[in-house]
């Protein structure tokens, strides 16, 4: 399959490994949560290999954008799945959340599982624990009143899981009472609201800016790097 506007962007390339950017809005593959949708980036990443199949060896929500690392082979995705569940692999994001939040956290919050499957979701699921690391990179307070107060304040975080359960950093900055601009699910619909209206478009204020790994072949430090996506630096006026 071969696409001529592939929305990914390719960070970097190997033998053994494909990384890429991912835009918001976009499902890595085939899921429960949306049976009618076509296009995922699997099958762009696919084309970006030659037509040759490629390995996810590692998620990112629909809204959520940024890097994002296939396998070329089904050894190396072994040897990356490995690593990263051992911890072995560090993960960045970069956050615009509700409040002031603190210069630097730990969240150490335990999270119950989240099924795909709609039909599992009212039954009791595994809690499993969940630890992220946070620091603040800037405040602003804008002049307008979305709640209560005559003025509204925002954070820029960083975020860094040291788990990977399901949505989260979503959960634990909501967690903290600083959930993410544009979280449908676990943020704060004004605020949210406000944003989609002043920029024209609503969306997650949440991108994977780096992953940091041992090339599972070489052994070398891997570092992939991506800026955050033109609607995401959009909305960042507001700290300037």
């Avoid at 615009?96 to 730990?106: K, L, N, T, Y």
């Avoid at 959960?171 to 920029?199: L, Q, T, W």
């Avoid at 780096?210 to 630096?233: C, D, N």
């Amino acid at each position: 399959m071969t696409f001529a506007d592939n929305p990914l962007v390719e960070l970097y390339r190997d033998q053994w490994l494909l990384a890429v950017h991912k835009p918001a809005g976009l499902l890595v593959h085939r899921s429960p949560i949306d049976k009618h949708e076509t296009e995922f980036a699997l099958q762009y990443a696919r084309a970006l290999n030659g037509g040759e199949h490629v390995y996810p060896v590692h998620r990112l929500d629909r809204p959520t954008s940024g890097v994002l690392l296939f396998a070329r082979d089904p050894e190396t995705a072994r040897l990356v799945g490995q690593a990263m569940m051992a911890g072995e692999v560090e993960k960045t994001y970069l956050a615009m959340v509700r409040g002031w939040a603190p210069e630097i956290g730990v969240i150490d919050h335990p999270l119950e599982d989240e099924p795909e499957d709609r039909r599992l979701r009212g039954a009791e699921q595994p809690v499993r624990e969940a630890l992220t690391h946070f620091r603040r990179l800037a405040t602003t307070e804008i002049p307008v009143a979305i709640e209560r107060y005559p003025s509204s304040r925002y954070s820029l975080v960083e975020l860094y899981p040291k788990t990977g359960r399901k949505h989260q950093l979503r959960r634990h900055m909501k967690h903290i009472n600083h959930p993410i601009i544009g979280d449908a699910n676990h943020g704060r619909g004004r605020h949210n609201r406000y944003f989609a209206e002043r920029f024209g478009e609503g969306r997650l204020m949440l991108a994977a800016t780096r992953l940091s790994l041992s090339h599972p072949i070489s052994g070398e430090e891997l570092i992939l790097v991506s800026a955050p996506e033109e609607s995401f630096s959009r909305v960042l006026e507001v700290f300037s």
